[in-house]
């Protein structure tokens, strides 16, 4: 009977055992081989890609924005997302239609919510056009290499993704018995006291499972980036990829960038997963 169940469970998942071996499996290991191959000769293993990159001054711009711009990014999710689920969480007349209101940014495909922020911030866009009315001048918002594109590329990219932020957390805040809530202010926590003492303790599991979700996505950041400000303006290490790529052809040194990538995913996220096993 047990080698009968045991038969049936292999065949149920075969299936996706397949689509494992064929769409994730293989593709990594080729990239793997692809990375420490050598462009010229194909000799394996070679270190040819990654000297090639190391010598790129892109490349440590794109490996020091991928870890500044997730870090930011991730930071302004957090307190966005906070605030709004504190402050809808809030009885008050017509609160579920803000709360719709909220979450349209991420409801929008990507393509089309980054469309709009080029319309928004562009040379003679939206934002420039109310600056100029107001009486100031108009700004280069998108212009590579400085430190006003970079903090619009972490805007845009927070403004997408905050609604996932605020939707685990206004869903932990809902599980936090009143009888908590009634015997804080009982005992004089109220305001900044309550939230400090008793609502950011029982959202701690949350917080940390909104950290490693749009932590991890934050790390392997693409579409913003480049569609904000293209492969030069605020690179990362996938842009970069895709730059050598597109651009050289070069397959070796783009899949040594994104071995590089997934390495530091994983260094980077390794602790926040110790963080949130341990007891």
């Given at each position: 009977?047990?080698?009968?169940?045991?038969?049936?469970?292999?065949?149920?998942?075969?299936?996706?055992?397949?689509?494992?071996?064929v769409f994730?499996?293989?593709?990594?290991?080729?990239?793997?081989?692809?990375?420490?191959?050598?462009?010229?000769?194909?000799?394996?293993?070679?270190?040819?890609?990654?000297?090639?990159?190391?010598?790129?001054?892109?490349?440590?711009?794109?490996?020091?924005?991928?870890?500044?711009?997730?870090?930011?990014?991730?930071?302004?999710?957090?307190?966005?997302?906070?605030?709004?689920?504190?402050?809808?969480?809030?009885?008050?007349?017509?609160?579920?239609?803000?709360?719709?209101?909220?979450?349209?940014?991420?409801?929008?495909?990507e393509i089309?919510?980054?469309?709009m922020m080029?319309?928004?911030?562009?040379?003679?866009?939206?934002?420039?056009?109310?600056?100029?009315?107001?009486?100031?001048?108009?700004?280069?918002?998108?212009?590579?290499?400085?430190?006003?594109?970079?903090?619009?590329?972490?805007?845009?990219?927070?403004?997408?993704?905050?609604?996932?932020?605020?939707?685990?957390?206004?869903?932990?805040?809902?599980?936090?018995?009143?009888?908590?809530?009634?015997?804080?202010?009982?005992?004089?926590?109220?305001?900044?006291?309550?939230?400090?003492?008793?609502?950011?303790?029982?959202?701690?599991?949350?917080?940390?499972?909104?950290?490693?979700?749009?932590?991890?996505?934050?790390?392997?950041?693409?579409?913003?980036?480049?569609?904000?400000?293209?492969?030069?303006?605020?690179?990362?290490?996938?842009?970069?990829?895709?730059?050598?790529?597109?651009?050289?052809?070069?397959?070796?040194?783009?899949?040594?960038?994104?071995?590089?990538?997934?390495?530091?995913?994983?260094?980077?996220?390794?602790?926040?997963?110790?963080?949130?096993?341990?007891?």
């Amino acid at each position: 009977m047990m080698a009968r169940v045991s038969v049936s469970s292999w065949l149920l998942a075969t299936p996706l055992l397949l689509y494992c071996l064929v769409f994730l499996a293989y593709p990594t290991l080729y990239a793997i081989r692809l990375a420490f191959s050598d462009p010229h000769t194909a000799a394996f293993p070679s270190t040819a890609n990654f000297q090639l990159i190391w010598n790129d001054a892109l490349f440590w711009r794109a490996l020091r924005n991928n870890v500044i711009l997730p870090a930011a990014s991730v930071a302004v999710e957090l307190l966005g997302g906070l605030a709004l689920a504190l402050l809808l969480a809030a009885r008050f007349p017509g609160r579920r239609y803000v709360r719709a209101v909220v979450v349209i940014p991420f409801a929008l495909p990507e393509i089309v919510f980054l469309t709009m922020m080029r319309y928004l911030f562009a040379p003679r866009g939206y934002v420039n056009a109310a600056l100029v009315a107001a009486g100031a001048g108009p700004l280069d918002w998108l212009l590579p290499g400085r430190w006003l594109t970079f903090v619009v590329v972490v805007i845009a990219d927070a403004w997408h993704v905050t609604p996932v932020v605020f939707l685990l957390l206004l869903a932990a805040l809902t599980t936090i018995p009143e009888e908590v809530t009634e015997a804080a202010q009982l005992d004089g926590a109220r305001g900044l006291r309550r939230l400090l003492f008793i609502t950011l303790p029982l959202l701690t599991p949350a917080l940390i499972a909104a950290v490693l979700l749009r932590g991890l996505d934050a790390l392997r950041t693409f579409a913003t980036p480049l569609v904000l400000t293209g492969v030069e303006g605020v690179p990362v290490l996938s842009t970069y990829a895709f730059h050598q790529w597109s651009d050289y052809g070069n397959d070796g040194a783009a899949a040594a960038a994104a071995v590089l990538l997934a390495l530091l995913s994983v260094a980077l996220t390794l602790p926040l997963l110790r963080r949130r096993v341990g007891p």
